[in-house]
């Protein structure tokens, strides 16, 4: 079903809805898409919104029917997953030709607009480093793979980490959950992100069939390559050897690493003219991070020793594990206090 929002000489703009099944809403089928036109019949904007976020935008137009404080909007824009989000939204209403958010805008003081975005970005960051603990949570004490499921659904602001980014399809592994975590919050690493390479067809460029990629590759605003691998907070680090009272590499962890070696050196093996040219990125002493487990109760601080020596011998892998992305965040967040 096409809806014209706006349709004048130089512009249209449209919303299509789809969804629907014997006159009731399927949630997980719902789309709205919104999308402009100029006068040339050109798309100059296009976004797509599930059920969720059009739930959202819905609340959004509400709110602005109103007379918004500061303190009202900082608490609306909390519920949106990401910056990108609210962008959108911003972008829909400017393409709607409102000014009601522009009258908020010019009431607020630059320093005002900073603090501002600055309250969002730490109510938004806090709610999902709180979201990755209780999903580190359910995957450590979840004594099978239905149960590890079963436990995110009874947690509505966890379901969101069940559905790709992309193709929004539900996954059937645990693995996936955390890596949907990691696309919706590269802030937590400090990746300026700036183009997810997974979305190419990234195999005519690197040999070797299937599974020759880590997890997530990412493009920076500089065109180097970020390349991550993701495992589980479940997996073990280390193992203890008793009789010389030292720490070991857990198996697993030994062939994450070989896994990680295994990327790097197909990437080197690519076809680098045609990979630099064609996805314009440079392919320059690539290096990995792979995320992985946690640190066992008990002796951490020998953990965390034994760790940063295996990192500081490991030219182009970095090991990083789940507590250390929570206090990668934590401290982040302190930043905006």
Known sequence: MDLFLIDSSDKTLKANISGFEN???NVEKFKLSIYSCNNEGKVTFNEDLDYNATKKLYDYINVFEKNTNEEELTTFMSQFTSIHEINTVKTFFQKLGTDKLNHIEKSLTNEELENLNA????????????????????????????????????????????????????????????????????????I???????????????????????????????????????????????????????????????????????????IEEAD?????????????????????????????????????????HLNCINIITYNDLIDMGEKILESYE
Not at 121 to 136: A, G, M, P
Not at 278 to 288: F, G, Q, V
């Open 23 to 25: 006159g009731e809403i």
């Open 119 to 190: 309250s969002i970005k730490q109510t938004l960051y806090r709610k999902e480093i709180e979201n990755l603990k209780k999903l580190i949570s359910i995957d450590i004490n979840s004594s099978s793979k239905n149960i590890f499921f079963q436990e995110i659904k009874k947690k509505e602001d966890l379901i969101k980490y069940l559905f790709d980014n992309y193709s929004n399809k539900e996954t059937t592994q645990q693995e996936k959950v955390f890596e949907n975590w990691i696309r919706k919050n590269l802030w937590v690493l400090e």
């Open 192 to 266: 300026e992100f700036f183009e997810d390479l997974k979305l190419k067809n990234l195999k005519k460029y690197i040999k070797g069939g299937k599974n020759v990629m880590p997890d997530l590759v990412f493009k920076n605003k500089n065109s180097f390559l970020n390349l991550i691998e993701l495992k589980r907070p479940k997996e073990i680090l280390f193992k203890e050897d008793k009789s010389h009272k030292t720490l070991y590499k857990h198996p697993n962890l030994s062939k994450a690493e070989s896994q990680c070696i295994k990327y790097l050196r197909k």
């Open 272 to 312: 680098r003219q045609k990979f630099e040219s064609e996805l314009h990125t440079e392919i320059l002493r690539p290096s990995i991070k792979l995320i992985y487990g946690c640190f066992s109760k008990g002796n951490k601080k020998e953990q965390k020793q034994e760790l940063r020596s295996i990192n500081f």
